[in-house]
């Protein structure tokens, strides 16, 4: 069992930038992936971006330009973590961001994994 709790999002500016976190705990030796996802509303949910333990990434070919994911693997904290940066938000940036942690590096897209509860991030505009 992997267990995930997320921080960051709320109310952003246009324009503006918004940093996300995410501790792993658990059997987090048994992680190869971590990354967010989001929703907005109306929408599927869609990868952002995501990043393996050995520090290869993957981004959303749509938000690549302006955010940046990273990883902390787990040492004495015995928690691997995973944040992200995403800049000069806009409107349609207002969705439920989860984070995901997966064995495989495709799981989360067909929905598998372990999931963090979601936290909702709105623009003001």
């Known amino acids: 069992q992997v267990q995930l709790v997320e921080s960051g999002g709320g109310l952003v500016e246009p324009g503006g930038s918004l940093r996300l976190s995410c501790a792993a705990s658990?059997?987090?030796?048994?992680?190869?992936?971590m990354g967010w996802y989001r929703q907005a509303p109306g929408k599927e949910r869609e990868l952002i971006a995501d990043?393996?333990?050995?520090?290869?990434?993957?981004?959303?070919?749509s938000e690549k330009d302006r955010i940046t994911i990273s990883r902390d693997n787990a040492r004495d904290s015995a928690k691997d973590t995973v944040n992200l940066q995403m800049d000069s938000l806009k409107p349609e940036d207002t969705a439920v961001y989860y984070c995901?942690?997966?064995?495989?590096?495709?799981?989360?897209?067909?929905?598998?994994?372990?999931w963090g509860q979601g936290t909702q991030v709105t623009d003001t505009s």
């Open positions: 995901h942690a997966g064995e495989l590096v495709e799981e989360g897209l067909h929905g598998g994994g372990s």
């Open positions: 658990g059997r987090i030796s048994s992680i190869l992936v």
């Open positions: 990043i393996t333990r050995g520090g290869t990434r993957r981004y959303s070919d």
